[in-house]
Each structure stands twice: as C-alpha cells, then as structure tokens.
C-alpha cells in the first residue's frame, strides 16, 4: 500500500520559536495533502489542504500566517508553525488522498510540545 | 450542515463481540470509512464502504446503509489489543472527510 512519511515524530521547542514538519509521499505523488491536528481525546480537526504549486486552503479559524503550509512538490508538504505557544501543542498530522476511492493515508504524526 | 455522531466510550469483554455505530449528514456522499487510532498514534484505515451491504474482513466488519445514513462497525473475537479508539469518517462530494469524534472501545479481561 501507499506510504507516507512524516517528520519528525516527536518536537520540544520554547516559545516563541518556529517549527517545520515534514509530510513525503513515498511511492506515490500526491497533488493534495491533507494537514490536521488532533488535541487530547478529540478527533481529527481538518486545519488545511496543501495545494502542490498553489496555495494551500485553510479551515475557517486557522490563521493562516501562523500555520505556513509550502507544497513544493509532488511527494512532499511542510507546514510551519511560526511563533510557536503553548497553546499550539498538540498532535499534528498529514495524510495523502491516492487512488480512485481517494483513501487518504497518514502519516505517524507529530506530537508538539511547546514549553 | 455536515455531521457524524458516534458513541463516545463503548466497553465489551475479550473474546465477546461489538457493534460500533455511526450516523452521518453530508453534502453529497463518497463512501464511508473506519479507522482505528490508538493513543498517540495515527490512525489506520479499517475499511471503506461506498454501496449498502456488509464488507467482511477477517475479524472486522463494516455495514452501510446510504438511505439511513447510517453505518456500523462489528468486531468479533474482541482482543485486548483491539483496544483503541475507532474513527467513523464520511467523504463527501469534494472528496473531503468528515471525522466523528471516535469512541473509545475498552476492552475487559
């Protein structure tokens, strides 16, 4: 089946600071990505659709000068979260739609904490 | 608007059998899919269902009925290590998904 890496796994940063994570479709291109966070013991919360060669579509509510989505290429988005808080700790993760039925299939995730 | 609701917490014992259930409203509709998610990590797909019936797979089952909006999950053999939180996710006609809350499945001994 399809893979998707994601990177890092796990984040310690101060705040203030900026962090990039990394979403790359391993053996397939992927023209849309899908970025979402997940805080303790909710679901999914869709934060934005990362375009390859345009600008990403962010979610009502997400700031989208603080969350920078960059898809550069077929096989990879990054999403920057400027200016980090503790607020913005959380479970992030990526996923890739693939295929006719368009499954989407994730990334592990990235679990940020902001001190 | 578009919407899912699923239990929030469900308990059943090892070996026994379980029925997770899922409602869902949306724009157009493009299958629907289960996931499992266990603590701290992301989820896995389960299964997909885009015509009524019953999909079997192994232990795990998954039901639709697209006039009823309405889909379940059925685990047999209950294992300890089916211990998760199992999401409901409905596509709709942009091909996004929209998540349930997920319900918790505890297991007991």
């Known amino acids: 089946g399809a893979v998707v890496s994601q990177h890092p796994s796990w984040v310690i940063c101060k705040s203030g600071t900026s962090v990039k994570i990394e979403c790359r479709s391993l053996?397939?291109?992927?023209?849309?990505m899908f970025w979402y966070r997940q805080f303790p013991k909710q679901s999914l919360m869709l934060m934005a659709t990362s375009n390859e060669g345009s600008k990403a579509t962010y979610e009502q509510g997400v700031e989208k000068d603080k969350f920078l989505i960059n898809h550069a290429s077929l096989t990879l988005s990054t999403l920057t979260v400027t200016s980090a808080h503790p607020e913005d700790s959380s479970f992030y993760i990526c996923?890739?739609?693939?295929?006719?039925?368009?499954?989407?299939?994730f990334g592990a995730g990235t679990r940020l904490s902001v001190l | 608007g578009q919407n899912i609701d699923q239990p929030t917490e469900m308990t059943a014992t090892e070996g026994a059998i379980v029925q997770i259930n899922c409602t869902y409203q949306?724009?157009?509709?493009?299958?629907l899919f289960w996931y499992q998610q266990h603590a701290g990590e992301a989820p896995t797909f389960l299964s997909y269902n885009v015509l009524d019936g019953l999909e079997e797979k192994g232990r795990f089952s998954s039901f639709l009925s697209r006039s009823k909006g309405y889909s379940y999950l059925l685990l047999k053999e209950l294992q300890m290590k089916d211990s998760a939180s199992y999401l409901c996710?409905?596509?709709?006609?942009?091909?996004?998904?929209?998540w349930g809350a997920g319900t918790k499945l505890i297991i007991k001994p």
């Open positions: 996923s890739a739609p693939q295929g006719e039925g368009h499954f989407q299939y």
């Open positions: 949306t724009s157009g509709f493009n299958g």
């Open positions: 053996d397939f291109q992927a023209t849309t």
């Open positions: 996710a409905a596509m709709d006609s942009n091909y996004q998904l929209i």
